[in-house]
């Protein structure tokens, strides 16, 4: 068979719409099970440091002192970036 190519002067994929060889079905499954295993591997990840990091925000807020709420009136706060600079910061 003669491969003719065609008015745009190219010459057509022969075999483009074929079905794959089992080698590149196993190929390709094996590149698909590659990709799932990553995925999955990064879900775990993220899933462990965001409870590091939720267990740490928890130790640290059980660890906050229970303060007033500031307002305008009161003299000082506790932090030392505001009483630092002077006052509280603009609303």
Do not use: H, W
Not at 10 to 35: Q, W, Y
Not at 68 to 82: E, G, H, M, N
């Amino acid at each position: 068979m003669q491969v003719v190519p065609g008015p745009s002067g190219r010459v057509p994929c022969a075999g483009k719409n074929r079905p794959l060889d089992p080698d590149e079905a196993e190929f390709i499954d094996a590149i698909a099970e590659r990709d799932r295993t990553r995925e999955a591997s990064a879900r775990a990840e993220d899933a462990t440091a965001m409870e590091a990091y939720q267990l740490v925000r928890r130790q640290t807020s059980r660890q906050a002192p229970a303060t007033a709420p500031r307002t305008a009136d009161s003299q000082a706060c506790l932090c030392q970036v505001c009483c630092a600079e002077g006052g509280l910061p603009a609303a």
